[in-house]
C-alpha cells in the first residue's frame, strides 16, 4: 500500500492535501500527512514499522498506549508550568485500533504532532543543550513511578552493550563482505580500536547484575532530533519516536543524548577533525537534566554517568562498523562506505570524550 492510501485509513477528518516524507531515520520509513477540514488543517505522522527490525510491531503500540496515557494524566494533574506546556504524541487510531496492517503484511501507525514546535539535527548552542537535558530528564521523571513489568522488550539486547559486541564477533567469524574487509584500510585500524576497548563493554551490565544500578523504563533513542522544540519560545516541551522505549538502563538514554547534543559536527560528518565532545554543551544539558532529576537520580546512577557517555559512543560506533561488514543490514544508508564513516565519527568522538573525562565527571558531580 502506498503512503497517501494508508493515511487515509486512520482516523482523521478532513480530505488528504499532501503526504511527504520527513526526517532522516535509519530504520522506519516516515512521513508527515496533511489533511484539510472546514478550513482548519490537520497535520499527522504516519510511520511504516521496519518489520525486520521490529519483530513485533505490535508490541511498540502496546508499550505507547501505556506510556502516553500514563505521561497524559500526569501532566494534567501538574500544577501548570508557566513557561512551557509539555506534549507527547498521541495514538490516531484506525477503526478504533492502534495501528494497521495492509494488504502486503506492512505495519502502519499513526500518531499527532506537537504543533508549532521543531527538533533539529545538531545542538544549536548552550540553551539548546540545556532545553534537550530539561526534556530527556522530564521524561524519566513522569515515567519514573511505573512499573517495568508491563512493557514488551521490543528489542532484545538493544542498548546492551555485550551483545552488540558479540553480534560483531560473530560477524568477524564469517558473516561479513570480504571485499570491504579487504580494501578499506580504515578496517584494520577499527578493529584495533574495538580490541583495544574490550575491558570497558561490561561496566554497566555488571553494576545492574550486582544491584548498583537499577532497570527503568528508558526512551531508548534521545537524540537531539527527537527533541521537540517550541517554535515561539525556544523551550523543550517533548520527546518523539517512542518506538524503543523499554526496560533498561537510564544511563543509556543519558550518555546516547550526550554523544547526540554534544558533537556539533554531527553523525554524518566527513571531516573528523571537526568531530568532538564539547564539555559546554554537557554542562547545560548536565544542569537541564538535573533540574528534573532530583527526585529519582541516586549517587549509584551518579557514579555510572560518565562511563555510559563514553560507552555508548562506543556502542554505537561498535554497531555502525559490524553492519558496514554485514552489508549494511540493519541501518539505512545514503552512499557506499556511509556506514564506515559514522563508525568512525564515533569512535573519534569516544576518544574525544576520554580525554575530557575529569572535566565530565566534574560537570557530572557538581
Known amino acids: 500500500m502506498q503512503p497517501a492510501s494508508a493515511a487515509r485509513e486512520f482516523d482523521i477528518q478532513g480530505r488528504l492535501v499532501n503526504i511527504d516524507i520527513v526526517g532522516q531515520g535509519n530504520v522506519n520509513d516516515t512521513y508527515q500527512a496533511v489533511f484539510r477540514a472546514g478550513g482548519s488543517v490537520k497535520r499527522m505522522i504516519l510511520q511504516r514499522i521496519n518489520k525486520n527490525v521490529f519483530e513485533h510491531p505490535n508490541w511498540i503500540m502496546d508499550n505507547m498506549r501505556y506510556i502516553t496515557d500514563h505521561v497524559l494524566k500526569k501532566f494534567s494533574n501538574e500544577p501548570d508550568d508557566k513557561t512551557r506546556e509539555w506534549g507527547i504524541p498521541k495514538i490516531i487510531t484506525h477503526n478504533g485500533a492502534d495501528f494497521m496492517i495492509d494488504e502486503d503484511g506492512n505495519f502502519w501507525r499513526a500518531m499527532t504532532m506537537i504543533d508549532d514546535a521543531n527538533s533539529y539535527a545538531k545542538v544549536r548552542n548552550v540553551e539548546h543543550a540545556y532545553e534537550v537535558g530539561i526534556v530527556l530528564g522530564c521524561f524519566h521523571r513522569t515515567v519514573s513511578d511505573l512499573s517495568c513489568d508491563k512493557l514488551h522488550d521490543t528489542l532484545p539486547g538493544f542498548h546492551v552493550t555485550p551483545h552488540y559486541l558479540t553480534k560483531y564477533d560473530k560477524t568477524l567469524d564469517g558473516n561479513y563482505d570480504k571485499e570491504r574487509m579487504e580494501s578499506v584500510p580504515d578496517v584494520k585500524r577499527l578493529i584495533r580500536f574495538i580490541n583495544n576497548r574490550r575491558n570497558i563493554v ?46 533498561g538502563l537510564l544511563h543509556y538514554d543519558f550518555g546516547d543524548a550526550l554523544r547526540s547534543a554534544c558533537n556539533p559536527a554531527g553523525e554524518d560528518e566527513t571531516d573528523l577533525d571537526s568531530v568532538f565532545f564539547d564539555t559546554n554543551l554537557c554542562s547545560s544539558f548536565v544542569e537541564g537534566y538535573m533540574a528534573q532529576a532530583i527526585d529519582f537520580i541516586t549517587e549509584a546512577d551518579r557514579y555510572y554517568l560518565f562511563d555510559a557517555i563514553h560507552l555508548i559512543t562506543f556502542e554505537l560506533g561498535l554497531r555502525f562498523f559490524q553492519d558496514y561488514l554485514a552489508g549494511d543490514k540493519y541501518f539505512k544508508v545514503r552512499f557506499e562506505g556511509h556506514n564506515l564513516n559514522r563508525a568512525k565519527v564515533q569512535f573519534k568522538l569516544c576518544e574525544s570524550i576520554a580525554a575530557n573525562e575529569k572535566a565530565i565527571r566534574e560537570i557530572i558531580n557538581t
Open 202 to 247: 561490561n561496566l554497566l551490565e555488571n553494576a545492574l547484575q550486582d544491584g548498583e544500578l537499577q532497570t527503568r523504563i528508558i526512551h531508548g533513542d534521545p537524540k537531539v532530533d527527537n527533541i521537540m522544540i517550541d517554535n515561539f519560545t525556544g523551550y523543550g516541551i517533548g520527546i518523539i519516536d517512542l518506538d524503543t522505549v523499554k526496560p
